[in-house]
């Protein structure tokens, strides 16, 4: 059974950087796909970005674009969001997710191939 446990997160004020990690514990993540999802007030979970199972491929929605990267260390059974040049509106509850293994392609990002999730780390930002 996979745990993820994400951290990081903060209240922190417009324009500041946050540095997101999620944790694996139960199950090696080096030949899956990782995700960042978040969800903010009476909205639906979103994708925020993702990462290959080989690192060397990555997918970022447009509004994050050019702001988050997603990195994994495989050594540690750790993904990170470095989030920088923070908005209010990426004011979310932010999760981590453990996606389909050895897959390649954009669809290996949709919500619906994720087997597990963390609890969720919360990302307030302040204008």
């Known amino acids: 059974q996979v745990q993820l446990v994400e951290s990081g997160g903060g209240l922190v004020q417009a324009g500041d950087s946050l540095r997101l990690s999620c944790a694996s514990s139960?199950?090696?993540?080096?030949?899956?796909?990782m995700g960042w999802f978040r969800q903010a007030p009476g909205k639906e979970r979103e994708f925020v970005g993702g990462?290959?199972?080989?690192?060397?491929?990555?997918k970022y929605a447009e509004s994050v674009k050019g702001r988050f990267t997603i990195s994994r260390d495989n050594a540690k059974n750790t993904v990170y969001l470095q989030m920088n040049s923070l908005k209010p509106e990426d004011t979310a509850v932010y999760y981590c997710g453990l996606g389909p293994p050895q897959c390649s392609g954009d669809g290996c990002y949709d919500s619906v191939m994720f087997q597990a999730w963390g609890q969720g780390t919360r990302v307030t930002v302040s204008s």
């Open positions: 990462i290959s199972w080989s690192g060397l491929n990555t």
């Open positions: 139960g199950r090696m993540i080096s030949t899956y796909t």
